[in-house]
């Protein structure tokens, strides 16, 4: 079965840090375009980060840019979003996205939502005091 798993979720202060995984199973990701979004309540999907099938070019949304890192490692099948200092309006479920995509170049921006086929079911982040 073709699924992507997020975990790494939860409660933390502001200013903190946590590490979200996005684990594929049933297919190789090492050919797959991973995007991270994240969805606050009452609000739109928001799209985070994106990262190539070799893990060359990312991309990030003006209000993470410099606080999250997006990584990866085909070897594992896992790609991880580093958040640092961490906000209250960074609240939200965390959703895994990918697309079958080789060597495409994200400079410009990521794929949008639409163009995603595979997602996860979510994992909670809330940021706190």
């Known amino acids: 079965q073709v699924q992507l798993v997020e975990s790494g979720g939860g409660l933390v202060q502001p200013g903190g840090s946590l590490r979200l995984s996005c684990a594929a199973s049933?297919?190789?990701?090492?050919?797959?375009?991973i995007g991270w979004f994240r969805q606050a309540p009452g609000k739109e999907r928001e799209g985070v980060s994106c990262?190539?099938?070799?893990?060359?070019?990312?991309n990030y949304a003006d209000s993470v840019k410099g606080r999250f890192t997006i990584s990866r490692d085909n070897a594992k099948n896992m790609v991880y979003l580093q958040m640092n200092s961490l906000k209250p309006e960074d609240t939200a479920v965390y959703y895994c996205?990918?697309?079958?995509?080789?060597?495409?170049?994200?400079?410009?921006?990521?794929?949008?939502?639409?163009?995603?086929?595979?997602w996860g079911q979510g994992t909670q982040v809330t940021v706190s005091s």
């Open positions: 990262i190539n099938s070799s893990g060359g070019s990312t």
């Open positions: 049933g297919f190789t990701l090492n050919y797959y375009t």
């Open positions: 996205a990918g697309v079958f995509r080789i060597g495409s170049s994200y400079y410009s921006g990521c794929p949008r939502a639409g163009e995603y086929v595979y």
